[in-house]
Every structure is written in C-alpha cells, then in structure tokens.
C-alpha cells in the first residue's frame, strides 16, 4: 500500500467568506483514488496576508479573513493551513486555533524573519511547510527547514514551488528537479511536497508537474483550487476549479513508494527512482543544447551581416582543449567529450550555413 500522500488544496488567498467556503465545501468530500489511499485532502489552503512582488496588487484580505478560516474548520471538519511571515502573523493563527502555516519562499529567503517565526512557533503543535527559497540555494532551504527543527521538531515539511529566473521559457518558476532531489537526499526524514501551481503559473502545466513530482516520490502535493477561477484575485491562471482538481487527482499515477509485493522487488523500485533522475538531466541537457544552438545562430546572423567565414578555427581549438580540460577534472574520457563536441561543432556549422545561405 503506498504511504498516504499529503495533499493541500484550496485558493490562493481568502477573497471573500463566500468564496473560502464555497471551495471548502467542494473540497470536503473529496476523495483521493484507492490507488493513492483513498483519503481526502489533509489541509485546506488559503492565504490571508499575501507577499507580492509588486505594490497595488492584491496583497490579501488580513486579519479579518482569519474568523472564515476558523468557520471552514468547524463548519466543514476540515483541517486548515495559512501563510505566515511574521511572529505575529504566527500568534494570530495560534488565536484562531488553526492546524498549519506555511512559510512562503520571499520568507524562507530571509534567514532573520525564518528564526523570528521559528521561535514563535516554539510550544505549538501547528504542523509547518517550508517553501524552497526564490533563489535555487539549497543551503538556505535546508537552513530554514533547520531553524523550524530547532524550535519545534514535529511536523515540519519542505515544498518545492521553484526558482525565479530572468529567463525561464513557459513555465512561471524554473522546476530546477535537482535541487529539491538533493534535498531530499540531504533531508530525507522531511516530508517533501511539490507545488506544481506556483511551478506552472498556468494550469495547462499542471498534470505533467505533478506527475513528476509523483515520479520523483514526492510526499505530496499543495495545488490551488478556486471555486471560480477567474474571478481570482491572484494568480488566477494557476487555480484549478474543483472538478478539475478532482478529475487531475484521479488521472495521475500513484506510484507505490515502497515494494508492496514480489513482483516489484526492490532493486526494480530503485533502477526506477534513477532512471526518473537521469530522465530530469536528460531535459537539461537537450534545453541547453537548445539553448546553445540559438547562440550558434545569433552568431551566424552577424557573421552573415559582416560577411565573416563560418569556420574560425582558433575558436574551434579554444573549445575543444577547454572542454576536454574540464572533462577531465570531471572525471570524464576526453575522447568521449571530444566526441560530442566534434556532433555539436558538426550541427553549429550546419546550421551557420543555413543562416548564410537563406536570403
Ligand atoms: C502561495 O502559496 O500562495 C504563495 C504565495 O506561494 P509562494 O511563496 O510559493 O510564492
Ligand atoms: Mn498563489
């Protein structure tokens, strides 16, 4: 039987009282697939103080969202998470008697605001997600995930949203699945959940995030779910409505976490769980590949304005002895690296002359 996974689920942030209990009420009878246990969600979500980015944005309904949040739970019997970014944001959730907080990533980055809300969580037994940092710093997040230890070593669990980048295609946060494999490696007694709305910044991307992050044997999920998506006050285009929350939650594959009988030894759960991480290398190494093709071909754009050669072979040679040099250090055979470096010189020139020849 797999191990219950952890889903979190709810808006984004408390709009209206109206709205927090409409989708509670949508999420309270959920139910997970059998193949995933079969339970409801284990937090309902939903954000009263909201960290923006920017001023004039919505930045959440306060303290007075606090007494809907306390309804849902006594209303709805569901157990129910906030942010927090301060000690007193901390102390007024401990008022309001909810079960947990979280500490989003503009937070987890501050290490001084992490030990303030630590300590005030001291004697608690409110249950603590911790975001991964904005910046892809796996030393920050674990020194964040420490600070909660330190000061209440019960129910502290990491999530990872992703990493904020300047460049970063379609997806709103680089997934960098690394640095959270890493964490876990790290920290492998700490729940690990993945947030594949903040991840995506659009639902379309949604299925196959969390679909990784299963792959990957995350813990679990936190996923908004609106009742109207959008109508959301933020982050409206990564909100799922309730029935496609639910009909996503049905559509994944839950995979069995530990071998639950004998035709899944443990050697075969294994060679899965790396073949998945060397599967997350491989997109790195075909987007950089991508990525180093487009600067092939911006240089052929100004080769062909300045009428220059395509083949300069002084470059070739500097590239060449420089990455057989830093295969080396590596560990690498160099006439491996030579070899792949030979393909890639081979496809830059091909496409150069493409770029040279098209009028
Ligand atoms: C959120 O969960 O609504 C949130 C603000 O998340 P993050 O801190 O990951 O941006
Ligand atoms: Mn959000």
Redesign the pocket.
Known sequence: MMKHPIIIAGP??AETEEQVRSAAKDLKDFRLPASAGGEGISFF?A?VW??RTRPGTFEGVGETGLPWLSRVREDFGLSVCT?VASARHVELVVKTGLEAV?I?????ANPFLVEEIAKALQGTSLHVFV?NP?NPDLGLWIGAVQRVLHYCPEHVYA?H?GFSDYHIGQLRNAPLWRVPIEFKVQMPEIPLLC?P??LSGNTVYIPELAQRALDLNFDGL?L?VHPRPSEAL??AGQQLNPTTFNDLMHSLMWRKSTPSDDSLSEEKILIDAIRTRIDVLDDDLVDLLAQRMSLVDQIGEVKKRGGIGIIQIERWNTVSSRTKNLATEKGLDDTFISEIYRAIHQQSIKRQEKIIRDE
Do not use: A, L, Q, V
């Open positions: 984004c942030s979500r954000g909201k960290p942010e979280w989003g990533t503009r937070t987890t975001k904005i999530i949203r947030d709305s903040h936190m908004e933020c982050d």
